[in-house]
T-cell receptor, first 114, second 116 residues
Framework: AQSVSQHNHHVILSEAASLELGCNYS??????LFWYVQYPGQHLQLLLK??????LVKGIKGFEAEFIKSKFSFNLRKPSVQWSDTAEYFC????????????FGGGTRVLVKP | SAVISQKPSRDICQRGTSLTIQCQVD?????MFWYRQQPGQSLTLIAT?????????ESGFVIDKFPISRPNLTFSTLTVSNMSPEDSSIYLC?????????????FGQGTRLTVV
């Protein structure tokens, strides 16, 4: 079965710092890749997604992610975080051969200090 | 996008009882899913709710424990049966919206269940 690994469980950083969250998956076939964010007390929201084409995808709120097929990775980045980026971030993978089911990583809690 | 309403938003239940969670979507969707998010953990897919047929369960989840209904393309229920404290989790309904060849999953706000 496929799995998704997020390298950090917790990240604490100051405003204006750069953020990079790692995500690796184990699946040899073609995949769709997603990053979701869950702000405190709110539901999951899609940040960005990759289906095909340019491996560098840009999402909402200044986030971007790069798909590196050879490394089975889909790392999330933001050059300069804000206090409002405090949230939990989930990487998710959908192997196209598996239908439409999402496999989620363990999540990374990000705390941005003002 | 799809707007998903889940009821109840939270509940505290006695062990041995059952709770039915409702998921209502504001538009017809092809795929509906139920996930569980245990405390401090990530989301795990319980099952795919199929319209007009039995749900498809993931490994480790069974129909007797988590019966699911999906009577139409906008509504589904998940029942957590014979609850124990280990069932304390957030249960989330998710739907898939297809636009051309694109696919995106939307999530409800979840039902926070505490079993005492």
């Amino acid at each position: 079965a496929q799995s998704v690994s997020q390298h950090n469980h917790h990240v604490i950083l100051s405003e204006a710092a750069s953020l990079e969250l790692g995500c690796n998956y184990s699946y040899g076939g073609t995949v769709n890749l997603f990053w979701y964010v869950q702000y405190p007390g709110q539901h999951l929201q899609l940040l960005l997604k990759y289906f095909s084409g340019d491996p560098l995808v840009k999402g909402i709120k200044g986030f971007e992610a790069e798909f590196i097929k050879s490394k089975f990775s889909f790392n999330l980045r933001k050059p300069s975080v804000q206090w409002s980026d405090t949230a939990e971030y989930f990487c998710a993978v959908n192997p196209r051969a598996a239908g439409n089911k999402l496999t989620f990583g363990g999540g990374t809690r990000v705390l941005v200090k003002p | 996008s799809a707007v998903i309403s889940q009821k109840p938003s939270r509940d505290i239940c006695q062990r041995g009882t059952s709770l039915t969670i409702q998921c209502q979507v504001d538009s017809q969707v092809t795929m509906m899913f139920w996930y569980r998010q245990q405390p401090g953990q990530s989301l795990t897919l319980i099952a795919t709710a199929n319209q007009g047929s039995e749900a498809t369960y993931e490994s480790g989840f069974v129909i007797d424990k988590f019966p699911i209904s999906r009577p139409n393309l906008t509504f589904s229920t998940l029942t957590v049966s014979n609850m124990s404290p280990e069932d304390s989790s957030i249960y989330l309904c998710s739907v898939e919206s297809r636009l051309l060849m694109d696919t995106e999953a939307f999530f409800g706000q979840g039902t926070r269940l505490t079993v005492v």
